[in-house]
């Protein structure tokens, strides 16, 4: 194998090759020049004879048309005729209707015998010269039709016409109908005598191959792009017409001829007319292999002759550069020697030209090796030893480096890179071979570039160690690295580049500010929770007190205006502790499987209202929106709160729009936000106006934390909103810019439908009269509530107890006579609580129904007392229509039972 590579590559081979080549180019070149002056005079006298054939087709069509028209002209001048059609004509202006008259079997005849011996006359029939109804023909089916509209018939009435190809109406084949006048002996015209003409000659003339070879043919297309002729017309192939460059060029009116692809795609040679007596583009044309052929014989039979004379001319060479040269082989022998170790090798001087003088040239250079290589080998030796060193410390470093979490960098003083770890590769997602000798600019995302250039300047300002926190963007998200950077000596203590030691603690600082909200959250909601109980029993002896005092005020008294106020304030009260209740998450919460959409509607009035004229709501409700679990209350003041804070944000009006989303995640997505993969829906709200910096997002869910002005907010919105969000199991998604609007997207669990939470639904209010008629058993420790609430219910007529204990509650229950249909009592109180109670009536007195009334309870008991949907609750304060609507539907519920036993707390 060495032997042919070396022969290859001999300088003998390449004089013997450059022979052949050039002996070829030369013959390739003769060959090429021969065919183009063969090919010119094939192409020039084949485009003749398809001339030549052409011409004659023309004019055997225009010879068989003109034939035609003229014997129609002689068939429309008979004397017998003329008398026929007059008759015919005579008798339908006496008819004076458009009724069709009999045939004339007379003319009939004649028509008959007149197309006797012409094969190409489809059909004859006379037209009358009125209407243009076909009075007599040689083909019955045309018998009554009216022509009165046709070209051919209006063209006829005046000279002999021609209706060029088209589909006959009857046969459906193509056709060409001739007209001519038909007039009576004084010169008046009394019908056309019109005649089909059967395109087999068409035919005929169009197959004849005179001129055309083996694969040439000549065809007619006419102005719609169809085949005309019989033998391709209406085939599926060709339904939708024939185009081609050159078929539009000729059906557009332009004449030519040379080389083309035909319809079929076939290279072709031809030419084209476009025959405007005819309104048809004749096409005579053959292929172009046909055409060719015989410069393809000449082309081959000079390749074969210029190949023969290249192989004489290479081995010719061959013998030439043999003798040539044999000192130069010799030379080559001795310096293979050479390289093989043998720096003795002398090559032979034979002669006192150049190659002498090389080989002179040669031995001493060889001479020159001996003396050199004995020092170099002791040099390579010693280099060798200490590469592998270096290479050993450096794969030592550099595996040490790449277990380490930090990125670890070194630049020179250019900035190009000369180490990275693995750290480096995952975080900025490039690997190590394409960032090494490159710079940040290369190698980095746009982004950082910035970042990393601020971070190299202060370096070299400082001149010593720096460590800052830099914050970076990559794929649209913010990191926050803790850097190192310092500069880097060699051993003269010049500077050479420097170090970078990163570390990426963005997870940190997020797990570090979520511990310190949930913090925050922990501390706030427990005094927010205690604060709302206490505040909401103050408020319930308030609004009792308040609607005693009312009832004992006349109606136009003046006093009832104050009254309202303080109503009012009572009821903004109660607002406020529900949203402490709700972020402290010790708001009593009813669960239902909830449709968000119909929740929005419900609301989108208030909402348009609350908005004012400058500002437009949108809804955007996805109809394949699951439901979820969740309060119908909450939900609404998640909603309330939201597009609150959006209105805020546009000062000077614009657009909220409300969507909602179905948002199925499979395990990776939830992975990427930190959620269980499952079937989520989102409610989001977007607005246009002001948006948020980084510094009020990080913010936005802290209690008591606002941007708004004094007195026009308290802080507690979106930390409300955050608390429910969290305690439905759901998440929060915030973006926004500066200038750019905002977007909050809340995303809660969809509702497991085979699950027994109820579903939300509206109540019908109960009769109040009915509802008032009942005896109840009020529970409550705190007395100035208990006693108002009492005075008040007894004055709405209820039948009153009271008891300021659950231990009371059960002694005044089992003395003779106390009967009671409702016990309402307070969830949380001292010794025996309201769930206690509850259990406790369930065994000694069953079916006596319970209503639990609370300003404040811990979640979690709350959950296992009031997940039943069936269990009533008022929320204190409370509106006592709302404890008439719990008790009238208690009422109904007992009717509609028929005295089975109801369960305790129902």
């Known amino acids: 194998m060495t032997e042919v590579v070396v022969w290859r590559r001999s300088l003998v081979w390449r004089i013997a090759g450059s022979f052949f080549v050039l002996a070829l180019v030369v013959a390739g070149a003769a060959a090429w020049a021969s065919v183009v002056r063969t090919r010119a005079a094939l192409r020039e006298a084949a485009l003749d004879r398809l001339e030549t054939a052409a011409v004659m087709k023309q004019y055997q069509l225009d010879r068989w048309v003109t034939r035609s028209i003229s014997d129609l002209k002689v068939f429309a001048e008979l004397p017998e005729m003329r008398l026929r059609a007059s008759r015919i004509a005579a008798d339908l202006s006496d008819h004076d209707t458009n009724d069709p008259v009999g045939a004339d079997a007379d003319l009939s005849t004649l028509l008959s015998v007149l197309t006797t011996g012409r094969d190409d006359f489809r059909a004859l029939y006379l037209l009358s010269a009125r209407g243009g109804q076909a009075v007599s023909s040689t083909d019955l089916a045309l018998l009554g039709a009216y022509h009165a509209s046709e070209s051919f018939f209006l063209g006829g009435r005046d000279s002999t016409t021609v209706m060029n190809v088209y589909p006959s109406p009857v046969t459906g084949r193509p056709t060409i109908t001739l007209a001519t ?168 001087v034979q002669s006192q030209d150049e190659i002498g003088g090389l080989a002179r040239a040669f031995n001493e250079m060889t001479g020159r090796l001996h003396t050199l290589y004995a020092g170099l080998q002791a040099q390579i030796t010693e280099t060798e030893r200490a590469a592998r060193a270096s290479a050993s410390s450096l794969q030592l470093l550099q595996s040490i480096l790449d277990r380490s ?117 922990e501390a706030v909601g427990r005094l927010a929770g205690g604060i709302a109980h206490d505040f909401n029993n103050l408020l319930s002896v308030v609004r009792c007190n308040l609607e005693l005092v009312a009832e004992t005020l006349d109606e136009p008294d003046a006093r009832h205006e104050l009254l309202n106020e303080v109503q009012h304030a009572v009821r903004s009260g109660a607002a406020l502790t529900r949203q402490l209740l709700t972020f402290s998450r010790t708001q009593v919460v009813q669960p239902r499987a909830l449709d968000l959409n119909a929740s929005v509607e419900s ?149 497991d439908l085979g699950s027994s939470l109820p579903v939300a639904a509206p109540i019908s209010p109960p009769s109040l009269a009915r509802a008032r008629a009942q005896r109840l058993l009020v529970v409550d420790d705190e007395a100035p509530l208990r006693m108002a609430l009492a005075r008040l219910l007894g004055r709405r007529g209820y039948e009153v107890m009271e008891a300021d204990s659950g231990a009371v509650a059960l002694q005044l229950l089992a003395e003779p006579g106390n009967e009671v249909d409702v016990v309402l009592t307070d969830v949380f109180m001292p010794g025996m609580g309201g769930r206690e109670l509850a259990e406790r009536l369930a065994e000694q007195r069953p079916g006596l129904p319970v209503v639990f009334m609370s300003g404040y309870t811990a979640d979690e008991v709350l959950r296992r007392g009031l997940m039943d949907a069936r269990t009533p609750f008022l929320q204190k304060p409370f509106e006592l229509d709302e404890l008439d609507r719990i008790m009238g539907t208690l009422a109904q519920r007992a009717h509609s039972m028929s005295g089975a036993a109801p369960v305790a707390g129902a």
């Open 603 to 751: 609301m989108s009035s208030m909402l348009r209202r609350f908005g004012g004229p400058g500002v437009t709501l949108d809804l955007s409700l996805d109809a394949d929106l699951p439901l979820v679990i969740a309060d119908g209350n909450q939900v609404e003041q998640v909603l309330l709160n939201l597009f609150t804070n959006a209105v805020d944000a546009l000062p000077e009006g614009g657009r909220v729009t409300v969507r909602t989303i179905p948002r199925p995640l499979d395990r990776d997505a939830a992975r990427a936000l930190g959620v269980e993969p499952a079937s989520y829906a989102e409610l989001v709200v977007t607005d246009d106006g002001t948006g948020m910096d980084v510094h009020t997002r990080t913010r936005l869910f802290e209690p008591f934390f606002t941007t708004k002005s004094a007195g026009r907010g308290s802080g507690l919105g979106l930390s409300t909103v955050y608390a429910i969000v969290e305690q439905a199991g759901g998440h929060i998604l915030v973006e926004s810019e500066p200038g750019l609007g905002t977007t909050i997207t809340i995303r809660l669990p969809a509702a």
């Open 405 to 521: 979490a930090a990125m670890v960098i070194v630049k020179d003083r250019a900035g190009r890179y000369l180490l990275v770890n693995h750290a480096f590769e995952r975080f900025h997602r490039v690997s190590r071979d394409h960032a090494l000798g490159r710079t940040s600019r290369e190698v980095l995302d746009p982004a950082m570039i910035a970042t990393v250039q601020d971070g190299e300047r202060e370096l070299h300002e400082k001149g010593d160690l720096l460590a800052r926190e830099e914050r970076v963007t990559r794929d649209g998200v913010e990191h926050v690295l803790l850097t190192e950077r310092f500069p880097l000596h060699d051993e003269e203590g010049h500077v050479f580049g420097h170090g970078v030691v990163s570390t990426d603690i963005t997870a940190q600082l997020l797990l570090e500010s979520r511990v310190q909200q949930a913090q925050k959250l």
């Open 181 to 348: 006048p038909v007039r009576s002996a004084a010169g008046t015209l009394v019908g056309v005598l019109a005649a089909d003409l059967d395109l087999t000659r068409l035919d005929q003339i169009l197959s004849e191959r005179v001129g055309l070879g083996r694969t040439g043919e000549a065809y007619l297309v006419d102005r719609y792009s169809q085949f005309v002729t019989g033998t391709r017309y209406g085939r599926p192939a060709f339904s939708r017409g024939v185009h081609t460059a050159v078929i539009d060029r000729a059906v557009a009116g332009a004449s030519g001829r040379g080389e083309y692809q035909d319809y079929r795609g076939f290279p072709s040679i031809g030419v084209f007319k476009w025959l405007p007596d005819r309104q048809l583009a004749l096409f005579v044309e053959m292929q172009a292999e046909e055409a060719f052929a015989p410069a393809n014989a000449v082309a081959i039979t000079i390749a074969l002759f210029g190949v023969i004379a290249a192989l004489a001319m290479g081995l010719g060479g061959w013998w030439m550069a043999q003798r040539i040269t044999r000192p130069l082989r010799e030379i080559a022998d001795a310096a293979r020697k050479v390289r093989g170790g043998d720096l003795g090798a002398v090559a032979p």
